[in-house]
């Protein structure tokens, strides 16, 4: 769990006890973490930096200063390559060695990121162009865009890699906020509903059945089926931000001080208290902005992959 001033939380989620807590030392507008959850990477957009969490520890382990403002993160499923989007393109850092190695040239504003589960394509939400970009992740090049409209924000994949969801801002009077989904084989948009104003975090269901997006602004989850593109429910829940762990039924979504934990129902299943005033250096309230959890998989603070995500501790 990362909240907007860059504090983290690292979360057991069998029982919502706070195991390990870090400061980052400034605004955090993205976070990824390593397949094998031994890594934290949380970016401190507003400063240009990429911080390096140890998730059993809480120590700050290195810092990439990058001189532009930086926005999203993802890594990929293989953990080989760490995308962050920022105002000139998308950097690629290298985790190994924590350097940058190249810089994407996208659309204009690049903002949610999202990898195929096969590594090969990195998908980007150009906000400025209405549109989502396809980058081939071995040359690091833009080879198509897809047309989706509005500003988009957030993307998500379906867990089989074939549906691609985008959640896009209202664009003027005329253009209302959306959720569109694009089929990953022929890259065309197959459905699209319209939200309101848009456009939050998107969450797919491990069966690929149900997406979550958090609508900020209206202070609301909307609960959408993903075979026929329809809202099935909206929860009024203000959230900015929705996660689920591979493999696992709940729904985790980040509000304020606390992270509140859906079932399968939509029914609240329990409600976890993060910390406040846990850093004598900077006190202050905790405000959860992020959730996070591994790629493909939970881990435990130690790094240790468990087979039961319920039975499991996350990184978050």
């Given at each position: 769990?990362?909240?907007?001033?860059?504090?983290?939380?690292?979360?057991?989620?069998?029982?919502?006890?706070?195991?390990?807590?870090?400061?980052?030392?400034?605004?955090?507008?993205?976070?990824a973490v390593s397949p094998d959850g031994r890594r934290l990477y949380v970016v401190n957009g507003w400063t240009?930096?990429?911080?390096?969490?140890?998730?059993?520890?809480?120590?700050?382990?290195?810092?990439?200063?990058?001189?532009?403002?930086?926005?999203?993160?993802?890594?990929?499923?293989?953990?080989?390559?760490?995308?962050?989007?920022?105002?000139?393109?998308?950097?690629?850092?290298?985790?190994?060695?924590?350097?940058?190695?190249?810089?994407?040239?996208?659309?204009?504003?690049?903002?949610?990121?999202?990898?195929?589960?096969?590594?090969?394509?990195?998908?980007?939400?150009?906000?400025?162009?209405?549109?989502?970009?396809?980058?081939?992740?071995?040359?690091?090049?833009?080879?198509?865009?897809?047309?989706?409209?509005?500003?988009?924000?957030?993307?998500?994949?379906?867990?089989?890699?074939?549906?691609?969801?985008?959640?896009?801002?209202?664009?003027?009077?005329?253009?209302?906020?959306?959720?569109?989904?694009?089929?990953?084989?022929?890259?065309?948009?197959?459905?699209?509903?319209?939200?309101?104003?848009?456009?939050?975090?998107?969450?797919?269901?491990?069966?690929?059945?149900?997406?979550?997006?958090?609508?900020?602004?209206?202070?609301?989850?909307?609960?959408?089926?993903?075979?026929?593109?329809?809202?099935?429910?909206?929860?009024?829940?203000?959230?900015?931000?929705?996660?689920?762990?591979?493999?696992?039924?709940?729904?985790?979504?980040?509000?304020?001080?606390?992270?509140?934990?859906?079932?399968?129902?939509?029914?609240?299943?329990?409600?976890?208290?993060?910390?406040?005033?846990?850093?004598?250096?900077?006190?202050?309230?905790?405000?959860?902005?992020?959730?996070?959890?591994?790629?493909?998989?939970?881990?435990?603070?130690?790094?240790?992959?468990?087979?039961?995500?319920?039975?499991?501790?996350?990184?978050?």
């Open positions: 769990m990362v909240g907007k001033t860059g504090l983290v939380q690292v979360v057991d989620t069998r029982n919502g006890a706070v195991l390990v807590r870090a400061d980052t030392g400034g605004r955090a507008t993205g976070v240009g930096a990429i911080t390096v969490v140890d998730p059993s520890t809480g120590a700050i382990l290195d810092r990439l200063f990058t001189q532009v403002q930086l926005s999203h993160a993802v890594m990929r499923p293989d953990g080989r390559r760490l995308y962050v989007s920022a105002s000139g393109g998308v950097a690629v850092v290298n985790p190994e060695t924590f350097q940058m190695v190249a810089v994407i040239k996208a659309g204009g504003q690049p903002q949610g990121l999202a990898v195929h589960p096969d590594n090969k394509i990195l998908y980007v939400a150009n906000s400025q162009d209405g549109t989502v970009g396809l980058v081939d992740t071995a040359t690091a090049f833009q080879t198509a865009t897809v047309q989706v409209g509005g500003l988009p924000q957030h993307l998500a994949i379906s867990p089989d890699g074939k549906r691609l969801y985008v959640s896009s801002m209202r664009l003027g009077s005329s253009t209302p906020g959306t959720l569109s989904v694009i089929d990953t084989t022929t890259n065309q948009v197959a459905g699209t509903v319209d939200v309101g104003r848009g456009a939050g975090s998107i969450a797919v269901t491990p069966d690929g059945a149900t997406v979550y997006l958090t609508l900020p602004k209206e202070r609301s989850v909307l609960v959408v089926d993903a075979a026929t593109m329809t809202v099935r429910e909206r929860l009024r829940i203000d959230s900015p931000n929705v996660a689920i762990a591979p493999g696992d039924t709940r729904v985790f979504l980040a509000t304020g001080a606390t992270t509140t934990v859906l079932d399968s129902t939509n029914a609240v299943l329990t409600t976890f208290g993060m910390k406040v005033g846990e850093l004598e250096a900077r006190p202050r309230l905790f405000d959860a902005a992020m959730i996070a959890f591994p790629p493909g998989g939970q881990a435990t603070p130690t790094g240790r992959r468990t087979s039961s995500s319920r039975s499991s501790t996350g990184s978050s």
